[in-house]
């Protein structure tokens, strides 16, 4: 009887757990942030390419991510070496203050895609629930400036 | 559209772009007789354009010069200030390109600098080296350092061009007394005890843009500004006048019965008390 018991606990201890289900893993869902991993890779008659570095849960997100860092980085950094040492917006912080849409619409809004001339993968980390992309960019940068000058984000050259 | 600014107005400056000339070397023969520095010009030339900017033609403003009969061509020291002074430009960005020559190969050196024509006051200065390479086309090597360097040397010109919209241009003021004159600058004007000193440091103060000034120096016959700002639009939003602020320093010391000659030259004021 005992043995018999215990048998039956024992079944029902191993029924259990090949049964149960491992709760599912959670997606990390990554969320746009800023990082400096932006560097020259060449330039040639205003266009400006050049190498960003970002991780999101998947590629598609990473390159968006990557591309989104390389023209923030041209706007408010500037990308040393390059014939845009200083940054194409000089004041961000009013810049934002003052004209919020424009930018917003240019730079998260998938705008920035007008003056994206190419972009192509260059390397691929994956790691579990991440890819981390270094995605080679080029930029449009005269009619980036342009374009910031007719949405009078920053002012044509001059007094 | 509702809600959208109205664009502040915006006035294009003058530029010449000129080459570096040593003691000795008059304009015409460091721009004639040096093909680097003729493609570092055009280079330079051809940024402000891609800008929409204009330049002044140096060649013709050299031949204006020399045929105003003013300066000889021999006058080789002073022909590069004259030219300036005779172009009307605002601003003049003095360019040099050297060659050179290693065992790991040839290069050049740009260096650019952009002057305030008037004040002379440094607007932005550039130093570039191209990679090396085994070649002797130094007009390829030019172009390559220039095409990273000019361009930066714009975006910090428009930063200097940004600031003077937010903090003024800048002119110097100097106040000297004649030989002949009593008064000194310690001489004490008014009732209160002011000296000559005070009441024009006041002045300047109260007129300069954002009370912003520099004195340079004094002496018992000299009072110096090398730095004041004022706007760079007058309260009717025409472009500010030298001029006037000259007329209302005269006027201002008329007041205390002290009489002055003044000479204006571009952004520099001498007035001479009597």
């Given amino acids: ?159 | 559209m509702a809600g959208q600014e109205t664009t502040p107005a915006h006035t294009q400056p003058t530029i010449m772009v000129i080459p570096f000339t040593p003691e000795g070397t008059s304009l015409r023969t460091a721009y004639e007789y040096n093909e680097l520095v003729r493609v570092a010009i055009t280079k330079v030339k051809e940024a402000f354009d891609k800008r929409g900017v204009n330049t002044i033609d140096l060649r013709a403003k050299i031949r204006q010069t020399a045929n105003t009969g003013a300066i000889q061509e021999d006058q080789k020291a002073d022909l590069k200030d004259e030219v300036i002074n005779n172009s009307g430009a605002d601003v003049y960005v003095e360019v040099e390109a050297n060659a050179n020559y290693t065992n790991t190969g040839n290069s050049v050196t740009l260096i650019l600098t952009a002057y305030d024509a008037f004040s002379g006051e440094s607007y932005a200065n550039k130093v570039g080296n191209s990679p090396k390479f085994y070649t002797t086309n130094f007009e390829k090597l030019v172009e390559k350092v220039a095409d990273t360097e000019v361009p930066n040397l714009l975006n910090t010109i428009q930063e200097k061009f940004t600031d003077i919209i937010d903090n003024g241009r800048t002119i110097t003021v100097k106040v000297g007394i004649n030989e002949s004159s009593k008064l000194k600058m310690d001489t004490e004007v008014d009732k209160e005890g002011n000296f000559l000193s005070d009441i024009i440091e006041e002045y300047i103060v109260g007129k300069s843009y954002k009370g912003k000034y520099h004195i340079q120096g004094m002496t018992h016959n000299q009072l110096t500004f090398d730095i004041v700002k004022v706007p760079l639009k007058d309260e009717s939003g025409n472009n500010f006048r030298v001029s006037r602020f000259a007329a209302d320093f005269r006027r201002f010391l008329r007041t205390r019965e002290i009489q002055c000659t003044q000479t204006i030259n571009g952004n520099s004021l001498v007035f001479t008390i009597n």
Avoid at chain 1, 10 to 25: G, H, Q, R, Y
Avoid at chain 1, 58 to 68: H, L, P, Q, T, W
Avoid at chain 1, 96 to 111: P, Q, R, T, Y
Avoid at chain 1, 126 to 132: F, N
């Fill in chain 1, 1 to 159: 009887m005992k043995t018999s018991t215990i048998g039956l606990i024992l079944t029902f201890i191993i029924l259990s757990c090949s049964t149960a289900k491992k709760p599912a893993e959670q997606a990390v869902s990554y969320e746009y942030q800023r990082s400096g991993m932006v560097n020259l890779s060449g330039q040639q008659n205003g266009l400006l390419t050049v190498k960003s570095v970002q991780t999101a849960e998947n590629i598609n997100k990473a390159v968006v991510f990557a591309e989104i860092n390389a023209l923030e980085n041209i706007l408010f950094r500037g990308i040393p070496g390059s014939f845009q040492a200083d940054p194409v917006i000089s004041n961000e912080k009013e810049a934002m203050a003052k004209s919020k849409k424009v930018l917003e619409d240019l730079i998260f809004n998938e705008g920035y895609r007008t003056f994206m001339t190419d972009s192509q993968l260059a390397e691929r980390q994956d790691s579990k629930g991440a890819v981390t992309v270094t995605q080679q960019v080029t930029f449009d940068i005269p009619a980036l400036r342009k374009h910031l000058e007719q949405n009078r984000v920053i002012r044509k050259f001059g007094l």
